[in-house]
Nanobody
Framework: QVQLAESGGGPVQAGGSLSLACAASERTGSSSTLGWFRQRPGKEREFVASSFRSYGRYYYADSVKGRFTISRDTAKNTVILQMNSLKPEDTAVYYC???????????????????WGQGTQVTVSS
């Protein structure tokens, strides 16, 4: 059973930056993705960004492209989400997620993820 431990988050002014980190308790497989989803108030959980270990590639939701950057350290089993130019609409609970056998067509789906972190609140004030 893989455990995901998140850190970071908190309150920030619009236009500011925050960094979220997620550490997996064990080494993830070569076909795994490790990334982030978020759930805004009154909304369903949505894809934010993901790192595909075997390809060394990164994917982003359109709403965060150019503002958020995801990076992965496979040696440390960690993934970092650097969030810049934050907007009030980025306010959400952010969840780290691991899909053990990911495919490109479903990496944006919460149902494709096998493990989840406990979530960390990000609040952006205007």
């Amino acid at each position: 059973q893989v455990q995901l431990a998140e850190s970071g988050g908190g309150p920030v002014q619009a236009g500011g930056s925050l960094s979220l980190a997620c550490a997996a308790s064990e080494r993830t497989g070569s076909s795994s993705t490790l990334g982030w989803f978020r759930q805004r108030p009154g909304k369903e959980r949505e894809f934010v960004a993901s790192s595909f270990r075997s390809y060394g590639r990164y994917y982003y939701a359109d709403s965060v492209k150019g503002r958020f950057t995801i990076s992965r350290d496979t040696a440390k089993n960690t993934v970092i989400l650097q969030m810049n130019s934050l907007k009030p609409e980025d306010t959400a609970v952010y969840y780290c997620a691991l899909a053990e056998r990911a495919i490109l067509s479903t990496l944006h789906l919460p149902t494709a993820c096998d493990y989840w972190g406990q979530g960390t609140q990000v609040t952006v004030s205007s």
